[in-house]
Structures are given as structure tokens and as C-alpha cells.
């Protein structure tokens, strides 16, 4: 078992990962849709905004975490803790772990690398935002010291959701629910998810 920093010749397993992850969730709101092409995948783990890293298990990708030291573009929409500093601040996203490894802690395991990873550049803020109904992940979090703050609503486009949840891949499971939101807003002109920010001092 390895935990390291994605280079580009992971990009194919970052994205069959994430195809497993959409394959197997059980609602499209909790990871609303990121890209799976090539391409993008490709562009995110080059991007220096991200510090994206995996859980290899013999050689094959089965998590990924991440941090973002653009913050999801949430400062100034989000009033965060007083003691939290904005230029020591960085958000943990890209949380997914293949479905065949779940129930390992694999997901514990990253969170653990990337705060530590955190520490050494010096900063001193975590947060996350995962979907008010995701147990696990935000089980994954309580267990390493977060805690609730606030919840935050987050627009999402609904053409994208629409296209992801008709894939070949998009998970049997999750298409009623999918449905069920697209129907929930009919008449809006995007979808609104609900989150949880879950922060820690460092």
C-alpha cells in the first residue's frame, strides 16, 4: 500500500476511478459532476491549484483526496471561523475510494496524508463540504477531528447533472433519485445541493 502525489501517468486510473465512483454512488448530489475524460482528468492533476493524491493498492488507484488551495473559490462566500486565516487555508476535496475498497478506512488514510501534507506547506486551516446526507464521508471526517460549522448550498448546473445521470455507466441505484431531483427542480433555473463544511485547526 503506497499513498502518493498523482502524476500524469495516473490519469487513466483517476479516471476509470472516477467512472467506478459515479458507477456505484447511491446519489448524484454527493459528488456533483467533475470531468472523466482524458483530457480534463489530465488538466486537474497538472493544474497547481490541486495537490491530488492516491491510495495505491499493488499499483492499482483505489482513493483519491486532495487539497485545494483555491478553497473551491468559497472564500468570501462562506464566513469561516474568526481564527481561521484566509492565506492558511485549504480545502480537502476529490474524496473518493473505488468501490471494491470501501469499508478499509482507505478514505481515513488520505485524509490523515493530505493534512499532514498540509502541515508541512506551512498551513494551519482545513475544511471540507460533503452533502448533508453522505454518512460515510462525513463519518470519514468526524473521525479525524472535524467538526460541523455550517452547511452551505451549492448551484449546480442542470444540463450536467441531466448528462451524467443518463450515462451508459451512471448508477442503476441512484437514476431514481437523480430523476427525483431533476423533477424537484423543474422549474429552477439550476439545482441546489445541500453540504456540510466541516473544518478543523491544524
Known sequence: MEIRQLNINDTQQFCDLIIDMYSNIDNL????????????????????RFYIVGLFVKNKLVGVSSLDYKCGKLIGKIDFPTNFKEDKMVEIGFNLVHSSFK?????????????????????????????????????SFFNKGFTTFSNYTKEVDKEDFEKLSNTNFFSKKAKPKAIETLNKFSNAPSIIVNYNILTKII
Open 103 to 139: 469499508g478499509n478506512k482507505a478514505m481515513q488514510l488520505l485524509i490523515e496524508f493530505v493534512l499532514m501534507q498540509a502541515r508541512l506547506q506551512g498551513l494551519c486551516c482545513v475544511f471540507s463540504k460533503v452533502h448533508v446526507d453522505n454518512i460515510a464521508s462525513n463519518k
Open 29 to 48: 448530489e454527493w459528488f456533483t459532476p467533475m470531468p472523466y475524460d482524458y483530457e480534463n482528468v489530465k488538466g486537474m492533476i497538472e493544474h497547481p
